[in-house]
């Protein structure tokens, strides 16, 4: 994945209206981590990944 590492995975079909993966890296952002937001299509499932070295920020994904 392009030396990104994985916090925490959420499933795709959450209630309407429910955005966990979104909250969940906007509050690692809070806290100063450059968290975003991918979706897995594989799995269905909501990745939220930082950049593998800290020191690198990664890119957001279109």
Known sequence: MN???VLERF???GPRGSWPAEEFAHAR???G???E???DLATDAFLVV???DPAISSP???
């Open 3 to 5: 030396g990104r590492k």
């Open 60 to 62: 957001s994904v279109p």
């Open 33 to 35: 981590t450059p968290a």
């Open 50 to 52: 930082v950049p593998a």
């Open 37 to 39: 937001v991918v979706m």
């Open 11 to 13: 499933p795709a079909g």
């Open 29 to 31: 952002r809070m806290e």
